[in-house]
């Protein structure tokens, strides 16, 4: 291992002390295309040489096979083949980042690793003109470095969506048809969205969105405030409010402080859903005030958890 590779773990370990002070550290690395890509540091376990790799049958698209790490047996994605860049050069790679998704160890194939940067979440910025369509749809924020250069911060959400496909949502239990329901939830991926969106239909919850934190907060301080000029009780119109944890230009701990300090909105729980599912970043959670803390993506556990806050918010 490189002292770059040294340097890299240290400041991995180092991560959880910028939960909640809306800066983010991304990991820079190439997948040899010229484009510099970003991963959040937070979901990176350890960065080492391309590791040798068992080849295995029957894999998806993407997956180069399997490897033991540690008494786990993980799987090796390339991500350039998983992003289908027909420019990016033939072979393995030099570097594999170990991550951590959802609950899942994952090893992600790079051309090479560079460096970390430290950037405010006001800086990272929801690429709407570009995220539609080929490779930009697996890309979910951008952010400029100092010397101008672009770096695009992937949605690993929609590629490990696009490589073992989406998660199922089965039947879930549905609230009391006769009473409404409504939550707002907030999240940067549109694979998160969607799945987030089926199962509150499948509850019969009523929802509105916003794609990063920012939005969020603007949108939810337009409804506390049209509430007061109106002179109805905002929680009848909103009974609880979801977000997740990283998301551009605000981040899901800043707004949840943001909610929590705001008197407008007492009374209606925030609930954070995230794919950062360690116990540092649960522990941050409940320092900024969230009601509950869920891991993606679990749909019956996401519906188990919302169920009963929706209906004592209601009650309420």
């Known amino acids: 291992m490189s002292q770059n590779d040294k340097s890299i773990l240290e400041s991995v370990d180092a991560r959880t002390q910028l939960a909640g002070s809306n800066c983010m550290e991304i990991l820079l690395f190439s997948l040899g295309t010229g484009e510099?890509?970003?991963i959040n540091v937070f979901k990176v376990r350890e960065v080492s040489r391309t590791p040798k790799i068992t080849k295995t049958p029957n894999m998806p698209a993407g997956?180069?096979?399997?490897?033991?790490?540690?008494?786990?047996?993980?799987?090796?994605?390339?991500?350039a083949r998983s992003m289908d860049l027909v420019d990016a050069p033939v072979g393995l790679g030099g570097s594999m980042m170990v991550t951590e998704y959802n609950k899942r160890i994952l090893g992600f194939l790079v051309h090479d690793v560079d460096r970390i940067i430290r950037v405010e979440w006001s800086k990272v910025l929801a690429p709407e003109s570009v995220i539609t369509g080929g490779t930009h749809r697996f890309i979910t924020a951008i952010t400029e470095l100092p010397n101008g250069k672009?770096?695009?911060i992937l949605d690993v959400e929609q590629i490990l969506a696009n490589t073992f496909g989406e998660a199922t949502v089965g039947d879930l239990q549905r609230l009391d048809e006769n009473t409404d329901y409504n939550v707002?939830?907030?999240?940067?991926?549109?694979?998160?969205?969607?799945k987030i969106a089926e199962v509150l239909d499948k509850m019969g919850v009523?929802?509105?969105?916003?794609?990063?934190?920012?939005?969020?907060?603007?949108?939810?301080?337009?409804?506390?405030?049209?509430?007061q000029q109106t002179s109805k009780d905002l929680r009848d119109e909103l009974q609880l409010i979801l977000v997740d944890a990283e998301m551009?230009?605000?981040?899901?701990?800043?707004?949840?402080k943001n909610i929590k300090n705001d008197k407008r909105f007492n009374g209606i729980p925030v609930v954070m859903h995230?794919?950062?599912?360690?116990?540092?970043n649960r522990a941050m959670g409940s320092r900024v005030g969230?009601?509950?803390?869920?891991?993606?993506?679990?749909?019956?556990?996401?519906?188990?958890t919302l169920r009963p806050l929706l209906m004592k918010s209601h009650k309420n």
């Open 150 to 152: 672009m770096v695009s």
């Open 63 to 79: 997956v180069e096979g399997l490897i033991s790490l540690r008494g786990n047996v993980i799987p090796v994605l390339s991500l």
């Open 36 to 38: 510099t890509f970003g």
């Open 184 to 194: 707002f939830f907030a999240d940067d991926s549109a694979v998160a969205r969607k």
């Open 206 to 227: 009523k929802h509105k969105h916003a794609l990063n934190g920012l939005e969020a907060w603007t949108r939810l301080s337009g409804m506390a405030t049209h509430a």
């Open 274 to 280: 995230s794919s950062l599912s360690s116990e540092a």
């Open 248 to 256: 551009p230009e605000m981040d899901g701990y800043v707004l949840t």
């Open 290 to 304: 969230v009601d509950a803390y869920v891991a993606k993506f679990d749909a019956d556990m996401l519906a188990d």
